[in-house]
């Protein structure tokens, strides 16, 4: 094959399932582990999903960065089962670098672009209605409710919500959420074609004979086994939970990947390639 007709079967290798998913919402946590990849790169993934006449919506992470800033501020970070327990002045920080730095750089790069893309939290038009997750991680909120007609609305007009995970609850107090699991309700709540989880990992991995493995699937109940062993922990804790809430609630498809690697997103969506681990549960089991 010459280096002209590869080129071009990339292409047509993509044409199927350009015509597939057009339309259809995909939801793309981008988490905080990964922007330490190829961000720009990221941002023109999703950039081409969207020219693609998929339907995106952006809700990212950050946990790296708030605990940088709290380290600069010398406030202690605390994690119980992949969770940050959040104090109100932990909050201030968690709000300051989610809602503030992190959302408005992605923002800045669709912009960059010439993509409209417009930048909130979980707050703004009430979007994520949440309760909090247990007293012992104080300001943790779990999401009850999506409310997603400004998501609707913002997607019929063809632009990019990117969405940073805080919530509010129905006395107007701001709760800190996991990415993942704001990802995995947004995604469920839309009904989304897809939801993938960009991270820092090629995917869940176990420990077998031949040494540490990624599995290319997982089913609900192969998560358990590995749940028992010990096999996931911390921010994978919440990753594994959000992918079954999502799959229950009626998102199609989910996948975990790394997003530190070059174009994984594109690869994933447009290509035979099977990369990362899809879990299995719902409609594709
Ligand atoms: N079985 C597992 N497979 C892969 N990663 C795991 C597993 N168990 C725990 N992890 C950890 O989960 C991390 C990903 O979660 P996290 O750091 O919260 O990423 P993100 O910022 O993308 O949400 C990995 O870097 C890894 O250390
Ligand atoms: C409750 C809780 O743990 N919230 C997370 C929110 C950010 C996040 O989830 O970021 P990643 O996706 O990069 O891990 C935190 O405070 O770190």
Redesign the pocket.
């Known amino acids: 094959m010459t280096e002209w007709t590869a080129k071009a079967s990339v292409l047509i290798e993509a044409l199927p399932y350009i015509k597939r998913f057009a339309g259809k919402t995909m939801v793309i946590k981008y988490?905080?582990?990964?922007m330490g990849g190829p961000f720009e790169q990221v941002i023109l993934d999703i950039i081409w999903l969207k020219q693609a006449g998929i339907r995106p919506v952006v809700v990212h992470?950050g946990?790296k960065e708030i605990s940088a800033m709290l380290n600069r501020l010398q406030i202690e970070s605390k994690f119980v089962d992949?969770l940050r327990v959040t104090d109100s002045e932990t909050m201030n920080v968690v709000e300051m670098v989610l809602g503030g730095s992190v959302n408005k750089r992605i923002a800045a790069t669709f912009h960059k672009h010439g993509v409209p893309a417009v930048g909130l939290t979980g707050v703004d038009g009430g979007l994520l209605r949440v309760k909090q997750k247990r007293a012992e991680l104080g300001l943790v909120g779990e999401v009850v409710e999506v409310s997603h007609s400004l998501l609707d609305q913002m997607l019929n007009a063809s632009v990019v919500p990117i969405i940073a995970p805080i919530g509010v609850d129905d006395n107007g107090v701001r709760y800190n959420v996991n990415?993942?699991s704001a990802a995995g309700a947004i995604a469920g709540a839309l009904q989304a074609e897809k939801l993938v989880l960009l991270?820092?990992?090629p995917g869940?991995?176990?420990e077998t004979q031949d040494g540490k493995q990624v599995l290319n699937q997982i089913t609900p109940a192969g998560i358990q086994q590995?749940m028992e062993e010990g096999?996931?922990?911390?921010?994978?804790v919440p990753?594994v939970e959000a992918c079954l809430q999502a799959l229950a609630a009626g998102a199609k498809h989910v996948h975990i990947l790394n997003g530190e690697e070059p174009h994984a997103l594109l690869l994933e969506v447009f290509t035979d390639q099977g990369i990362g681990t899809m879990v299995i549960g719902g409609e594709s089991a």
């Open positions: 988490g905080g582990s990964a992470g946990g992949g990415a993942d991270t820092d990992v869940i991995m176990c590995l096999q996931i922990t911390g921010g994978m990753k």
